[in-house]
Structure formats: structure tokens, C-alpha cells
């Protein structure tokens, strides 16, 4: 989903460095200046290796971040961390593990893919193809819908020109296919929630639950719980939130005391209707930056420039 009012606030932002990224930091922060960003963070999923560059930058206030999976009463949800310290090695050794499991799995889902739709696939081609470390839903539907004759499969329809599903195909194959329950879904073994929210702490971090209208599929009622695990704020203000999401939500922060954040889920040609500020925020730009500043412990500090 797209919005027509775009903030200079954006706290969710994807680099080459998310397996489903395609954009390198230096470029992301180029478009964050051309735009007149004031507030951001670079969160890759599961990664902080983007971090360091994107603190270097002047002009734009940045602050680390990243997007980690974790696994709460058998969902997966996303939970975002900022203001901590990127460089204690926990993080490297939670991208290592996270990535050995990916690359067992690329296969795997190749080959339930191939079997769930009758779609006939390269998998060498798709394996070592450029960025291929990874190989998600969203690479195998790119190179499903790159087939000759593509159009002729019916379960190929709706992500092609003239289909209901042509925002965003590459996601959307993944979400309807690859992600949990779905036919091509092989599962990776993620930290915990508490263990997640325990470590951004433990490195003088903020933590907020990701796009909550999108991961907890209905399950609101599991946000009590949530939020008693310690989670300081909740992404209010989302590219996939309707209006009447973020209201919901917005009254769940207030009831709270949790910090109200906002995030496109900028990614690149893989969400190409989403855009840099695109998360529909109602709230003042100055106002969600004051608030942020406050949650932070400590206010400002050495990870965020």
C-alpha cells in the first residue's frame, strides 16, 4: 500500500544486506538526502552489517537498527531494534546461524514450489544466480514469472501484468506460497521473542513489534503478552497498516506507555509500491522524532549519529 502524505521519518528501511533487498546503503542514504530525511534507520533483516556505514553519514540523523525474526506461541514475528550496540557479536553469530539454515533450505523450496504448482524450473540456474546466498520466495517467484510462456499457468495469472496481485509480485508469491502453512514453507529455527527483546537490551536498545496488522495475522489477542515480555513500542504507522489498523494499534501504544513508530518497509524492486516515508503516519515528523528521542535510553547515544 502506498500513501499520499510521505513523512521524513522512516524506521524501517531494507539494504542489499535483507536477503530480499536489492539497494546498497550508500544509495539508500543518496535517496534519503535528495528527499530531505530527518530520522531513519537501516534494519536488515536478521543483519547489522549495513549499520556502520549508515551512521557514518552526515546530514541525516540515522540510528541502528535491525529486523529480527523470532518465534513467539508459533508465530513469527518481526521485531525491530534500535539505538544498540551493533557490534557485540551476538548479532554476527544470529546472522551466521540464520544464514547456514537459509542455504539448506533453498532447495528444498524450489522443489515445493515445482511440486505445489506444476511450474517447470531451472534449479541450477536459480542457485547460482546473482545474490543467490539466499535463496527466498521472492527469487524463485521472480524466476518463476521470468518463464517462457509464463501466462499459459493459470496459478501464474494473478502476478502478471493485468492480475490482482501485481504490486508487489515477487512478495506476494512468497507470502501466498513460502511463508508458514504455505506449500513451498520450509522452516527456519529462530530465537525466541524474550531472548530477542533480552539482547537489544542487553545492548542499551529500544524494541519495537514489527507491522503487527500484517505478522499477527488476527492474533491480537497475544498482545498483551507481547508487550509484557518488555517490548518498549509498537510500529503504528506501517505500509501495510490501513487507517483504521493504526487507530487500533495507536490506542494499544497509548494504553501502554509504548513509543508510537512508523516504517515504510522500503525494500526496492522487490516492493516497488512502497516508498521511502510511505508508512501514512498522521502524527507530526517532529513530534515522532521527540518521542523516539525520550525512548531512548539515555536519550541520544553513540548509535545513533
Known sequence: MSFGIMSKVDLHIHSRFSRDGEIPVSRILEMCTSTGMKLISITDHNSVEGVSEALEKTGIEVVSGVELDCIYKGLNLHLLGYGFDHTNKAFLKIEEDILDQEKDAGEKRIRLFQKATGIPLDIEEILNSENADIVGGELIGEHALAIENAEAYDVLKPYLPGGEKTDMPYVRIYWDFFAP?????????????????????????????????QNLSGNYHLLPDIISEGLDGIEVYSSYHSAEDAVYFLDIAGQNNLLVSCGSDFHGKNKPAIQLGGHGARLDDEEIISSFHSKLIGGKNEFIN
Do not use: C, M, R, W
Not at 502453512?181 to 530477542?196: N, T
Open 181 to 213: 502453512g504455505k506449500p513451498a514453507y520450509v522452516p527456519i529455527q529462530y530465537i525466541s521473542l524474550p531472548d530477542a527483546i533480552k539482547l537489544i537490551h542487553e545492548t542499551n536498545g529500544i524494541t519495537v513489534l514489527a507491522h503487527p496488522g
